[in-house]
Each structure stands twice: as structure tokens, then as C-alpha cells.
């Protein structure tokens, strides 16, 4: 049967109504996805291309982390970005991880004032990182210090007796391979380790003067591997001041640095299908297990992160 005009009109209205509906939609849509990334990212994308203070978080065992290195390096090239706390709380890690991210920091600090603000522990590796800003502010009851370095290695070889388990070995020298877990420590390893230790140490008491201006022999009566409360720390010249946020935003005023401007956390990228499927596996584990925030979390809750620590390491255990 023929449609009729009214027919043809009523259809073309209804595509009309259709059409304003999917735009409706697709609007809605695109206001979600917008709204969501602003809420995974902070401050949104509009907050970081407006004037701030730039705020990075340093937790956790101290690794080469080379996405806090790219982030810090995003900051030193941001324009809207006029002053930089690094929130730090941590054991300390790995020496290299520690003089990457110092390296980092110095590059940071040559072109915007950066202050540090320690929680509960900068120690080790982490009062490392936290040297190479401009100025330290700590709390009162916070944990600070511990200079030195260690190497740690496991000795089964008691218990390999025990099962009646022997390693045999070919090699083209006594010391390569060595230290190791499946045999007794000679005297000679040992002073190849030593002799490591005590190289990184003068390196790390040598940076440690450097940047508090402190002489050799004044930072070598602290580099014991001695930890000290804020208090103590300030009085010893390892940390400028004693506070939290607002003293460290009260010192990059000092620094020219408006304090009416808004602090903004620059927080790690997340990327690929892959990590969003691991991590939601992580999620679920650290929900059962009872810890707290994301799966990510989960090994620094645990302290099963500082089982992977290889080399050289600086950090406290409590």
C-alpha cells in the first residue's frame, strides 16, 4: 500500500527524534568519559594546564622507577608548574635506584624550586632522594637518616648438608659468581663486597655533604646507619624545618611561588590492557587479604617488595 504524506511526515519525525536521542547520548557519553578521567588523574587536564604547585609522592622501596623519572621530567618542562613538593616516605632501596632519582631531582631543582617533605620515614635511599631537593621539611616524630650502604646475600648451604644436596660448579675464576647462597662466604668475597660497600659509602657520605653543606667529618659523626626523629635531625642539619604541607608551601612563597596556588598531585601513568588486567587481579588479592587502596600496593603492604632488591642497597628495616 502507498504511504501516504502524513505517513512520510511521521516517519521523518520520528528519525528526527531518534537522531536528537543518539547525539543526546553520545553527549552523555563523552561527559562520562571526561568526568571519569579527571577523577583517574586528579585534578583533571584542565588543573595542570593552569598555574600550580606540583606535588609527587616518593613510597615505598626505592627502585630505578623510570615512570617517576619521565614524570619529574614532564614537571621541569611544564611552564604551569611554579614550585615542587616530593612527598616522601620511604625505607630507602636500591644505591642506583637512589642516584637515578637524585639525578632526577637535581635536574628538576636547577629550574624550579623544589622542597621535600617527609612523613613518616626518609631513610637510607630515601634521605638520599630527599637531599637532592632545596630544602627538607620533616615532622617532629618522623624517622630520618640512616647513610650507609649493604649487601645482603642468603647462606643455604647448611641446610643443602642437611639434605644431602652438593653443587657442583665450573668457572674461570674463584670470585666469579661469587658470593654465593649455595656455598660458606670466603674471606676473599667478602672483601670483594667490602670493598663495593665502602666505595658507595664514600660516595654517599661525599653527596650528603655536598648538599647540606656539612663538612666530610661532620657527616661521617652521622653516617653510622643511625636513624633520627625530626627533632634531632634538625639539630644534626640533615633537615631544614619542621611541618608538613603548609611549611613546605610557606617556603616555596619564600621562593616567589604564590601560596593561593593550588597544589596538584602528579599521580603514575597506568597504561595497557595487560596492567589493568593485572592489577585488577592484585585488587581482588589485596581486598581478600584485608589491605587497604590498590593491588599496586599490595608486595609495599606486605614488605614482600624489598624481597627483589638486587646489588648494592641503602635502606632501614625496622
Excluded: C
Excluded at 171 to 177: E, F, G, M, V
Excluded at 288 to 311: N, Q, S, V
Aim: charged fraction near 25%.
Amino acid at each position: 500500500m502507498a504511504a501516504t504524506a502524513e505517513d512520510l511526515i511521521d516517519r521523518r519525525r520520528l528519525r528526527r527524534k531518534l537522531t536528537f536521542w543518539r547525539v543526546v547520548a553520545l553527549a552523555i557519553a563523552a561527559i562520562a568519559i571526561v568526568a571519569a578521567a579527571s577523577a583517574y588523574y586528579g585534578d583533571g587536564f584542565a588543573g595542570k594546564s593552569a598555574s600550580h604547585i606540583a606535588k609527587v609522592k616518593i613510597e615505598g622501596t626505592i627502585l630505578e622507577d623510570e615512570d617517576l623519572m619521565e614524570r619529574l621530567d614532564d614537571i621541569r618542562k611544564s611552564s604551569a608548574v611554579k614550585g615542587v613538593i616530593l612527598s616522601i616516605d620511604s625505607p630507602g632501596g636500591t644505591t642506583a635506584g637512589g642516584e637515578a632519582i637524585f639525578d632526577a631531582v637535581r635536574a628538576l631543582a636547577a629550574e624550579k624550586p623544589v622542597v621535600a617533605q617527609v612523613g613518616t620515614l626518609a631513610a637510607s635511599a630515601g634521605y638520599m632522594i630527599a637531599s637532592a631537593s632545596d630544602h627538607i621539611v620533616a615532622r617532629q616524630s618522623s624517622i630520618v637518616g640512616s647513610i650507609g650502604v649493604l649487601a645482603q646475600f642468603p647462606n643455604f648451604s647448611g641446610l643443602m648438608d642437611k639434605l644431602g644436596i652438593t653443587l657442583d660448579e665450573v668457572k674461570s675464576s674463584p670470585l666469579k659468581a661469587e658470593p654465593s647462597p649455595f656455598n660458606h662466604t670466603t674471606e676473599e668475597e667478602k672483601a670483594m663486597i667490602r670493598s663495593m660497600i665502602l666505595d658507595s659509602y664514600d660516595w654517599f657520605v661525599g653527596l650528603v655533604s655536598d648538599r647540606r653543606g656539612m663538612s666530610r667529618a661532620e657527616v661521617l659523626t652521622l653516617a653510622d646507619g643511625s636513624v633520627f626523629t625530626g627533632r634531632q635531625a634538625l639539630e644534626k642539619r640533615l633537615i631544614d624545618g619542621l611541618g608538613g604541607e603548609k611549611e613546605a608551601i610557606a617556603w616555596l612563597a619564600g621562593k616567589g611561588v604564590s601560596e593561593n596556588l593550588q597544589v596538584i598531585e602528579w599521580e603514575p601513568t597506568d597504561s595497557g590492557s595487560g596492567f589493568l588486567f593485572g592489577r585488577a587481579l592484585t585488587d581482588a588479592a589485596g581486598r581478600a587479604m584485608g589491605f587497604p587502596g590498590a593491588g599496586a600496593d599490595l608486595l609495599k603492604e606486605t614488605g614482600a617488595d624489598r624481597l627483589f632488591l638486587d646489588g648494592l642497597v641503602s635502606v632501614w628495616h625496622p
